[in-house]
């Protein structure tokens, strides 16, 4: 064990039958702006499962540029 707490997934289902209007969905609003990141990065990683390797994490990217003026 890592000496971490174990965290666990809370998954709320819902069915909503053809013709009924969707529920409002206010459970986002109880989220911390970490908690909110969190769970967009997991369906990022997720949507990005089915294009890349298993595993394979993106890096920030970064560009570097040296643009050189001409003397005079």
Same mark, same amino acid.
């Given at each position: 064990m890592s000496g971490?707490?174990?965290r666990r997934? /809370?998954?709320?289902?819902? /069915?909503?039958?053809?013709?009924e209007a969707e529920p409002e969905?206010?459970?986002w609003q109880a989220m911390t702006a970490e908690q909110r990141i969190e769970m967009v990065w997991t369906l990022?990683?997720?949507?990005?499962?089915w294009n890349r390797e298993a595993g394979?994490?993106?890096?920030?990217?970064r560009t570097v540029a040296?643009?050189?003026r001409p003397p005079g």
């Open positions: 971490q707490p174990e997934r /809370v998954i709320t289902g819902r /069915v909503i039958q053809p013709g969905d206010h459970d990022t990683l997720a949507a990005m499962g394979d994490e993106p890096r920030l990217q040296r643009i050189q």
